[in-house]
């Protein structure tokens, strides 16, 4: 097994990246292996050659209602989180969060990587990805052409309330293997954090807020590594606007923006409509919702629109949800309703959904919860234990 060294680049201090267990904290190997002996992910051992070109296998799964086979999919102890998911080069790869044990910024959070040749049933474990002087969180998979994209947000470690004075990053880091990977660089000015990237017109186009949730941006790029803002879909600082969704609805863009703008910091708050045309320069976010969903995932079915995120019960306790966005996007004079659909399992801290499909209407979930039975408050539970799950989702359980 060969040892990677160090990488030291211009734009980042000295980063670490290794699928070698020796490079990894000890409490984590020692979990990592009782978990394989346990076969709890049927982890593979880490190795510095990438798994064998494998035909994976196809769905549909045998789902048995509108979310199945809801389970723990990785579990060490920590405080595990901010999934995503990708399909590529006949796999399916799992991102997330780990290494620590609470939300706050530290050097010892890594991205942990994973990847599947039967629709997430088991799963391999490929790489780690972390900065020594730096957290990082919020991976976001892209597929590239031959190449798997991790984008992600760095910050300074400590505590960043509104993520204020957290000198966000955007990393970038490529892999044509997904076992190797090059040292992440930034990609954008510093205090910008991009969110949700979508393909549109022979560009990648991306969300990004700023430090103190002050404005959600709208930038483009050509290939993935130079960026250019085009515009500020979002710019007011009372309603504290951060995490926004993206998608292309024929020529015109829209954007679900997380606002965090009730009275105080657990109030529910809002997500806003926001509407443009070509060139997308200007914004129309007249309509709100009013519902906050926390790390939300905007996806398409059948002409149907659909976002899982964080749901804010009273008394502070938190669940991740499925809902349907019914009413038409484009239309400004339209309304548009909000419907829940299902109730994941999760509790405490939870949420930061990945989407993939499966096949047809099926499509695998993956989020993050604490423990669902002690049901702990939220701020308890950022500093508490939390595990990956994942889940079928399949839509033709629906009623009609």
Partial sequence: MRNRPAVSIRELPELTISCDPSRWPRLALILAVALSLSAALSLAACTSDPAPATT???????????????????????????????????????????????????????????????????????????????????????VDGAKLVIYAISRVPGGHLRDAGGLAW???????????????????????????????????????????????????????????????????????????????????????????????????????????????MQWNCDRKLNKRLDGPNWFQYGGKQFVVGRKHLPGVHKRTAVYQLQGDLVDLAADVTLVELAELKSAGDTSYVGVLPLGGAQFLLAWYSSDVAKDQLWGAAMFAPSDIWLGWLDLSKLAP
């Fill in 56 to 142: 994976a296998s196809i769905g549909p799964k045998p789902t048995t209602g509108l979310v199945s086979n809801q389970r723990i999919a990785y579990s060490d102890g920590l405080h595990n989180e901010n999934t995503d998911l990708a399909r590529w080069n006949n796999r399916t790869w799992l991102v997330f969060r780990g290494g620590e044990t609470s939300q706050v910024g530290s050097p010892k959070a890594r991205l942990n990587v994973y990847a599947s040749v039967d629709l997430g049933d088991t799963w391999t474990p490929t790489a780690q990805i972390f900065m020594p002087d730096r957290d990082i969180r919020d991976p976001k998979l892209v």
């Fill in 170 to 280: 955007t990393v970038r880091s490529e892999s044509s293997d997904g076992t190797n990977w090059s040292p992440p660089v930034r990609i954008y000015d510093e205090t910008w954090g991009f969110w949700r990237f979508a393909r549109h017109g022979g560009k990648l186009w991306a969300t990004a807020y700023n430090d103190g949730d002050l404005q959600v941006a709208l930038l483009n790029s050509v290939d993935g590594k130079t960026w250019q803002k085009v515009s500020l879909i979002y710019d007011s600082q009372p309603d504290v606007p951060s995490e926004a969704e993206l998608q292309f609805l024929g020529d015109t863009a829209v954007a679900l923006v997380r606002l965090d703008n009730g009275v105080t910091l657990l109030d529910e708050g809002h997500m806003a409509i926001c509407v443009a045309k070509p060139p997308y």
